[in-house]
């Protein structure tokens, strides 16, 4: 079975500092993914990056920044933590195919205060 | 771009009873796929639909696409306590991104 972790399921931050999400993923995919999910808006592309070292924006990239050092592991950044990054952040993971089925991790709900 | 609307946003029903959630999409859909969330977790994989008149099951969950491709619907039969949740569906917008209905939140009733 596939499997997406991320490191926190609950975290809560302060406003300016700096957060990291990581997400690993153990089925050797060549893509992965960030999103985040708020009521209402649904499911929203932060980045995504398809090889060690690529990545590309997804639809709302601002104030977020992401890092692929290796090919399990991909890393949300939070340069500077605003309220209005507070939500439920998704990681998902995919085979190289471009309609291949993407699998989610189990989400981390952050709070910044 | 292509947008992905849902079908009802919220459902509730008696325990035993059938349900059908719907997504409608803007444009033709060339990878449907279907999600199921607890509330306050991830996403997990239900099943995907590629060809016009597909029809897939997965114990008492079966999902379809249309023929035209824009529009699939998901049936639970006997709906049990075990199937609440959110439904979400997705489909793919260009190369491995995927787009997102709002979702349905089921509620069973015992």
């Known amino acids: 079975d596939v499997k997406v972790t991320q490191s926190s399921r609950y975290l809560v931050k302060r406003t300016g500092e700096k957060v990291f999400l990581e997400c690993v993923q153990d089925m050797d995919h060549e893509n992965m993914f960030w999103y985040r999910q708020d009521p209402g808006l649904g499911l929203r592309l932060i980045y995504f990056?398809?090889?060690?070292?690529?990545?590309e924006k997804g639809d709302i990239p601002e104030g977020y920044s992401v890092s692929r050092e290796k090919k399990e592991r991909f890393s949300l950044i939070l340069e500077s933590a605003s309220t209005n990054q507070t939500s439920m952040y998704l990681c998902?993971?995919?085979?190289?195919?471009?309609?291949?089925?993407?699998?989610f991790g189990p989400g981390t709900r952050l709070t910044v205060l | 771009s292509q947008e992905l609307e849902q079908s009802p946003q919220s459902l509730i029903v008696q325990e035993g009873k059938n349900l059908t959630i719907n997504c409608t999409s803007s444009?033709?859909?060339?990878?449907l796929y279907w999600y199921k969330q607890k509330y306050g977790e991830g996403l997990i994989f239900l099943m995907m639909?590629?060809?016009?008149?597909e029809e897939k099951s997965h114990e008492k969950i079966t999902a379809k696409l249309d023929e035209k491709k824009q529009q699939s619907s998901l049936h639970i039969t006997a709906s049990q306590p075990s199937h609440a949740g959110i439904y979400l569906c997705?489909?793919?917008?260009?190369?491995?991104?995927?787009?997102f209905g709002q979702g349905t939140r089921l509620t069973i009733n015992p």
């Open positions: 997705g489909a793919h917008q260009g190369a491995q991104k995927l787009v």
């Open positions: 639909l590629q060809k016009g008149g």
């Open positions: 444009k033709t859909l060339y990878g």
């Open positions: 990056s398809y090889d060690v070292k690529m990545k």
């Open positions: 998902a993971s995919s085979p190289s195919g471009d309609t291949d089925t993407q699998y």
